[in-house]
T-cell receptor, first 115, second 111 residues
Framework: DAGVIQSPRHEVTEMGQEVTLRCKPI?????LFWYRQTMMRGLELLIY????????DSGMPEDRFSAKMPNASFSTLKIQPSEPRDSAVYFC?????????????FGSGTRLTVV | SQQGEEDPQALSIQEGENATMNCSYK?????LQWYRQNSGRGLVHLIL?????REKHSGRLRVTLDTSKKSSSLLITASRAADTASYFC???????????FGKGTRLHILP
């Protein structure tokens, strides 16, 4: 298995533009997680899905952020409109469970810079 | 908060020495996990210890858990340059709970 695949690896965009981040989880994993990592706040869980259904989106910072999982092999995280404070590394992870028995497998991340 | 806090924030040791990192948390947990993150990469799962376990080994890694003190430690023996990375603890409050990450310990192995 190629692991969790994220694209793009780097994204530079201007303030106000729409940004879409993509993730392909490991086949067979029922859970998908989106995290954001910054120096100030560390790793923050934004949202997670179970069997393509959003379960907990309490970490989504505001309405400008949205996430979808149209099928078991694809998820997107969209920011519209983007702001400089959204600059961070965004990680996608997948797992066979939430936290009970197995660890998470992370993608390599998307480094987002909003100028 | 369930979130773990690692200590120290940064650690530099000579290659070949042992490295110890600690994690403290505030609420009861189902399990505690340790992850490694190399610069510019995603996190890699290292080891999981359940609340009813006290110690676990994996290669050069040794993890302990003291639920009475709400703390865990990660020991890396005979450190190598390739161990240079950030190490995070993550806690799960219950079997079906999401895991919450601490802010990590930056480990630098000096040649």
């Amino acid at each position: 298995d190629a692991g969790v695949i994220q694209s793009p690896r780097h994204e530079v965009t201007e303030m106000g533009q729409e940004v879409t981040l993509r993730c392909k989880p490991i086949s067979g994993h029922d859970y998908l997680f989106w995290y954001r990592q910054t120096m100030m706040r560390g790793l923050e869980l934004l949202i997670y899905f179970n069997n393509n259904v959003p379960i907990d989106d309490s970490g989504m910072p505001e309405d400008r952020f949205s996430a979808k999982m149209p099928n078991a092999s694809f998820s997107t995280l969209k920011i519209q409109p983007s702001e400089p404070r959204d600059s961070a590394v965004y990680f996608c992870a997948s797992s066979s469970s939430t936290g009970g028995n197995y660890g998470y497998t992370f993608g390599s991340g998307t480094r987002l810079t909003v100028v | 908060s369930q979130q773990g806090e690692e200590d120290p924030q940064a650690l530099s040791i000579q290659e070949g020495e042992n490295a110890t990192m600690n994690c403290s948390y505030k609420t009861s947990i189902n399990n505690l996990q340790w992850y490694r993150q190399n610069s510019g990469r995603g996190l890699v799962h290292l080891i999981l210890i359940r609340s009813n376990e006290r110690e676990k080994h994996s290669g050069r890694l040794r993890v302990t858990l003291d639920t009475s003190k709400k703390s865990s430690s990660l020991l890396i023996t005979a450190s190598r340059a390739a161990d240079t990375a950030s190490y995070f603890c993550a806690t799960a409050g219950s079997r079906d709970d999401k895991i919450i990450f601490g802010k990590g310990t930056r480990l630098h192995i000096l040649p």
